[in-house]
């Protein structure tokens, strides 16, 4: 198959900014350069737009705003306002790394824009992420797909992960043999765990960064607890931990998907500045060890991506009780920081070609489907 040019763009739930990710890929292989011992050398290039606290402010707001939401186009409160600044951040985001790169939009085949998250509700399918498509493209001159969580939650998935697909991809171009995880930790966490035999569950394991972050930000003024320090100096509150990991969430079998709203970091609010850290960075670390519970097969091996990895406490916790080999993804050619942007990518190519993005097996959807809304650029 022929192999296209295509940019990704996450912007997550922990609200920091928008990731920019450029891979070639032909929606089933991505295309890779091998080093030693298997190593990958980078996709291709990545950029980054953050936001500023104002915007931060803005986008907050919007989410709080949406839990007023009852219908999928509901759009109450800040929303629209918020609507058009992701729009807007995205555009800048594209042009600046475009430029940067010395790329037109006339090198790149489509966009893969997941937009902004401010409510996701399978079980009252709803799914919004904010963000206009249409304006996107007609703005860069590029086809974009947009909204691709719709179609599943529409058809009774849970609309979530999409990432796992991707996850194979890469794994194959890496030759994994036997059981592995492949862990991202973005605002929500979610786990890809594939046995010997090739077969695969996914599913959101529960709080990633956001309820840490969100802890930082209110005690110390700051954006995360950068490399896990200040959780590493506190003490976890077990009691607690332990009425956390009786929400139901954790006794669902997958696939299952979280909304970041469910888990607040407030209930550390008794808490010392160190023991909350402490006590939510552990929080985060045995949910993904309770997605054991639901494993065909106990993996050997795991991945971690996404901000949780630069986070040596959680990572040290998650080493304990995993109980297996735990590698960054940064480590064996991946990218921590951009993999989300490129699954994006991956995953618009696949909508372009009409291939699935969205199985039984991760979202709980009845067959495998595709997925995401094209727009091409219009006549102006």
């Known amino acids: 198959m022929t192999m296209m040019r295509a940019i990704g763009l996450m912007s997550g739930t922990s609200l920091d900014g928008v990731d920019v990710a450029l891979i070639e890929t032909d929606g089933e292989a991505v295309h890779v350069v091998k080093g030693h011992n298997n190593y990958l050398e980078p996709l291709g290039p990545t950029g980054y737009r953050g936001y500023s606290e104002d915007e931060k402010v803005l986008l907050r707001a919007a989410t709080k705003d949406a839990e007023g939401v009852v219908a999928p186009g509901d759009r109450p409160g800040r929303l629209p306002e918020a609507e058009a600044f992701v729009t807007e951040a995205h555009a800048q985001a594209v042009e600046q790394f475009l430029a940067e790169n010395g790329l037109s939009p006339a090198d790149i085949d489509v966009i893969g824009f997941h937009g902004q998250t401010v409510i996701h509700r399978p079980d009252q399918r709803i799914t919004i992420q904010i963000g206009d498509g249409q304006a996107l493209a007609d703005r860069l001159r590029i086809p ?95 009691p607690l931990l332990a009425w956390l990991l009786t929400h139901p969430f954790f006794f669902r079998r997958p696939p299952k998907s979280l ?92 909508s372009l070609k009409g291939l699935p993005i969205t199985f039984p097996s991760t979202t709980g959807v009845r067959e495998p489907m595709t997925g995401g809304v094209l727009a091409r650029p219009r006549d102006t």
Not at 175 to 203: M, P, R, W
Not at 267 to 276: I, K, M, N, V
Not at 334 to 349: D, I
């Open 144 to 238: 974009v797909v947009s909204d691709l969580r719709r179609a599943d939650i529409e058809a009774g998935g849970q609309g979530a992960p999409l990432v796992p697909v991707f996850h194979q991809a890469l794994a194959a171009a890496s030759g994994f043999e036997g059981a592995y995880g492949i862990l991202n930790i973005g605002g929500v966490a979610n786990a890809t765990l594939v046995d010997a035999k090739g077969g695969v569950i996914a599913f959101d394991t529960g709080p990633g960064n956001s309820l840490i972050d969100e802890w930082m930000q209110e005690r110390e003024g700051k954006n995360l607890d950068d490399g896990g320090r200040t959780a590493a100096r506190g003490r976890a509150d077990e």
């Open 259 to 350: 909304d970041r709203n469910w888990f607040s970091h407030k209930l550390a609010g008794q808490l010392s500045t160190e023991d909350g850290a402490a006590t939510l960075t552990a929080f985060t670390a045995r949910a993904v060890a309770r997605a054991l519970d639901h494993a065909p097969e106990i993996p050997a091996r795991w991945i971690v991506a996404g901000g949780g990895a630069r986070n040596g406490e959680l990572v040290r916790l998650l080493n304990y009780h995993l109980r297996a080999e735990i590698t960054t993804a940064d480590a064996i050619g991946w990218s921590s920081a951009f993999l989300e942007a490129q699954a994006f990518a991956h995953l618009a190519v696949r």
